[in-house]
């Protein structure tokens, strides 16, 4: 995805979600291109769970993650976002959620999956933050009760799209590819270094998803071209 140059790299509170504010954009049409490619990267089987992370922090998992959703939601599908990313969560900020309940607290029995559950000014998305971050979130992730949710989820959803934390620092994208369809890897522009790339496709294939496929973000903009986003498998 493009990147307008001296724009803040920071992990602000203030996010704004493109796909959501200008669906007309080239870079909203990008998101759409990344959905279609999905959909051929999965062509014998429905993706009905997916996850996207990447390598490291700050390479653009959560707004890879969140425009997705949004362009799921707009193509009509019924989509659940989770902030499974329960170490340095951010969905609450850019769908403006009090975060007072979440993952994390159906997770430990507290809540129930519609409890927990919040709408977003997004027709068609759903929105679970991740709650208060645990001390645990690894075993969180693999328990029962995480399986139990997304199966719960299946049932009202056609889509469940979880935002994760970086695969290199943690286990928890790893552990949750074992119950999710299909995995997504962001790279970024100048940040992700190769090695760490590599690694990081490493981390996931031996886990039970698909890794569908990886997004190149905040490439520079080609004046030549304007299909400047780039999608490869694997
Ligand atoms: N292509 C891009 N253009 C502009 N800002 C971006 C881009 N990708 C990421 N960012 C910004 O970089 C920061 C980190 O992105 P984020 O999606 O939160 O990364 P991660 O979830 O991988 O840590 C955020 O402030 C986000 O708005
Ligand atoms: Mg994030």
Redesign the pocket.
């Known amino acids: 995805?493009?990147?307008?140059k001296n724009?803040?790299?920071?992990?602000?509170t203030v996010?704004?979600l493109i796909a959501k504010l200008n669906p007309r954009s080239p870079v909203s049409e990008q998101y759409r291109t990344v959905r279609t490619n999905l959909q051929f990267a999965s062509v014998d089987e429905e993706l009905r769970s997916i996850l996207v992370t990447?390598a490291?922090?700050?390479?653009?998992?959560?707004?890879?993650?969140a425009n997705l959703a949004v362009v799921y939601a707009q193509q009509g599908k019924k989509v659940l976002l989770i902030d499974a990313?329960l170490r340095?969560p951010?969905v609450h900020y850019t769908f403006r959620l009090d975060n007072l309940k979440g993952l994390s607290n159906v997770l430990v029995g507290e809540s129930t999956l519609e409890t927990a559950t919040n709408n977003s000014e997004v027709d068609n998305l759903d929105i679970i933050s991740s709650g208060p971050i645990p001390p645990n979130p690894s075993e969180l992730l693999a328990s029962k009760r995480m399986e139990q949710l997304l199966s719960d989820a299946k049932v009202t959803y056609d889509l469940i799209i979880f935002?994760t934390p970086?695969t290199l620092a943690v286990t928890d994208a790893q552990v949750l590819a074992n119950i999710v369809d299909g995995s997504l890897l962001?790279i970024?522009s100048k940040q992700t270094e190769l090695e760490a790339a590599i690694k990081a496709k490493e981390a996931l294939e031996p886990a039970k998803a698909k890794l569908l496929g990886t997004v190149l973000?905040?490439r520079e903009k080609d004046k030549s071209n304007n299909y400047y986003y780039y999608y490869g498998n694997n």
Request: proline share 6%; aromatic share 0%.
């Open positions: 995805m493009a990147r307008k724009q803040s790299k920071k992990n602000s996010r704004h990447s490291g922090p700050t390479d653009g998992k959560s707004m890879t993650t990313d340095k951010t935002d970086p962001v970024r973000n905040d």
